[in-house]
C-alpha cells in the first residue's frame, strides 16, 4: 500500500530537456487531408517537453483549403508555431538547421535508434505526409533514417510518433 506522500511525489515528477539543446524541426511535406493536418500538429506539439516546431510544405487539396486554417487555428489557441512553406528546399533556406532528416526506408537509410545520440543543434526532421514514398527531390536533402521494426506501408503519423518518442526519450529526462 503506497502512502499519500509517495503518491504524491510520484505524480509531481516533472519532465524537462536535457543539456543537450536540441531543437526539433519537424517538416511534414506532401499532405492532402485536413484531417492528417491536424493529426500530425496534436502529436508534434503533444510531446511538450520536446523543444520542436512544425513546418507543412507542399499542402494540397483540401488540406489547403479547409485543413490549414484549421491547424492554424488550433495551433494559435496552443501558442504554438506553424510554418506553411512551398517546399522542404525553402525549410532549409529559410530556417538552416545543422542537419537534416529524411525519413525514408531505403538502402542507406540508418535506424533513428543509431543516429539520435549525435543529434545536436537544429535538427529538421522531414516525412512525407502521404502514404507513398518521399520523392527523389526529398531523398536528396538529407540523410535516411527509418524505424527498422516498422514495415515501409505504416502510415506517416505512426512511423513520426515512433521517431518522436525515440529522440523524447533519448534527450528528455525525468526531474525526480
Known amino acids: 500500500m503506497l502512502d499519500q506522500d509517495s503518491t504524491s511525489n510520484e505524480e509531481s515528477q516533472t519532465l524537462t530537456l536535457s543539456k543537450s539543446d536540441l531543437e526539433l524541426i519537424v517538416v511534414v511535406s506532401n499532405v492532402s487531408s485536413p484531417q492528417r493536418l491536424i493529426d500530425f500538429a496534436k502529436l508534434v506539439y503533444g510531446l511538450s517537453n520536446l523543444r520542436s516546431s512544425l513546418v507543412f510544405t507542399r499542402v494540397s487539396g483540401m488540406a489547403a483549403q479547409t485543413g490549414v486554417p484549421e491547424v492554424s487555428k488550433y495551433l494559435y489557441r496552443l501558442g504554438k508555431p506553424l510554418l506553411i512553406l512551398p517546399s522542404p528546399n525553402d525549410v532549409i533556406d529559410l530556417l538552416r538547421p545543422d542537419k537534416v532528416l529524411v525519413i525514408a526506408k531505403t538502402e542507406i537509410s540508418r535506424d533513428i535508434e543509431e543516429v539520435v545520440s549525435d543529434l545536436r543543434g537544429r535538427v529538421a526532421l522531414i516525412i512525407n505526409g502521404s502514404d507513398t514514398p518521399p520523392p527523389k527531390t ?37 526531474n525526480i
Not at 152 to 168: E, G, H, K, N, R
Open 138 to 174: 526529398e531523398l536528396s536533402l538529407g540523410d535516411h533514417v527509418m524505424v527498422r521494426e516498422l514495415d515501409p506501408s505504416s502510415p506517416p503519423q505512426a512511423v513520426l510518433a515512433v521517431m518522436l518518442y525515440v529522440i523524447t526519450k533519448k534527450y528528455v529526462v525525468k
